[in-house]
């Protein structure tokens, strides 16, 4: 695997790059990425936002802010709030900040569907803090609906995080078809950043099989670093920090900041 050299530190900050993780299989990796790719980039200078658009609010409980009785992402989409710098909430990880989520973003989906232009109101929200940071993360959801699409219709890249797992490479199709569709009718500007292999185990067959599957089908598209199985993950949840803070010298937190320089030598972030 190529060995991506440590970036230079920024002068400036901003404005921000838009990233959206996204697959419509749960399950796959999105929320671990997104806290982690976060705090890796967060960790050689970038400053990053990170956006919990999931009704679950792991991403939130991963970094361990709070997502009662404060701001959250779905107020600022139903015009509850339109104070965006008051509902970011700092981490215990220097120039890693959250906007978080709850329960209540899972009524969101009704509340815009009458909305105008609904597929563009989180990229409205955004528009305010764009020049604060160098890269805003949206962690969405399961599924393809109207926020995965608000999501897609704000960021300027994709990211998919994808297991090693036979079942979870079926769905990739259809989530490019619907990149391509956004891509197509309201955001011409977005590009596919990478496929993330993750939940990979080179002791076994069937992921070895499956990464090359997808080597084969999408090429460049597939970053070379890879995220392998271990429990160090959930501890790091149970913990509320990234890996990179909580097992800094474990190599699941060198697979991240590898993930991360891959990243800005690709030219995705700055």
Do not use: W
């Amino acid at each position: 695997m190529t060995e991506f050299p440590a970036p230079a530190p920024l002068r400036s900050h901003g404005p921000a790059r838009i990233i959206a993780l996204c697959n419509q299989k749960g399950g796959v990796g999105k929320t671990t990425t997104s806290i982690n790719l976060g705090a890796a980039l967060a960790e050689y200078g970038r400053k990053v936002l990170a956006i919990d658009f999931d009704p679950q609010g792991a991403l939130s409980a991963g970094l361990g802010v709070q997502t009662h009785d404060v701001p959250t992402i779905y107020d600022l989409l139903s015009g509850g709030s339109k104070d965006v710098l008051g509902a970011i909430q700092t981490t215990g990880v220097p120039n890693l900040d959250v906007i978080p989520a709850n329960i209540d973003l899972s009524a969101a989906e009704v509340h815009l569907v009458n909305e105008v232009a609904r597929e563009q109101i989180l990229a409205r929200v955004l528009r305010d803090v764009r020049d604060r940071y160098d890269l805003i993360l949206i962690d969405c959801q399961p599924s393809l609906g109207l926020l995965t699409v608000n999501a897609l219709t704000a960021a300027h890249g994709v990211l998919i995080p994808l297991e090693a797992e036979y079942f979870a490479l079926r769905g990739v199709a259809l989530l490019v078809e619907t990149i391509e569709k956004v891509q197509d009718r309201l955001n011409p500007a977005i590009t596919l950043d990478g496929i993330l292999v993750t939940m990979y185990d080179p002791r076994t067959l069937h992921s070895r099989e499956v990464y090359d599957r997808v080597r084969e089908a999408f090429g460049e598209r597939v970053l070379e670093s890879v995220i392998s199985r271990t429990v160090k993950f959930p501890d790091a949840t149970v913990a509320a920090a990234p890996i990179t803070s909580f097992a800094p010298n474990h190599p699941a937190a060198e697979a991240y900041r590898s993930m991360a320089r891959e990243l800005i030598a690709r030219g995705a972030v700055a």
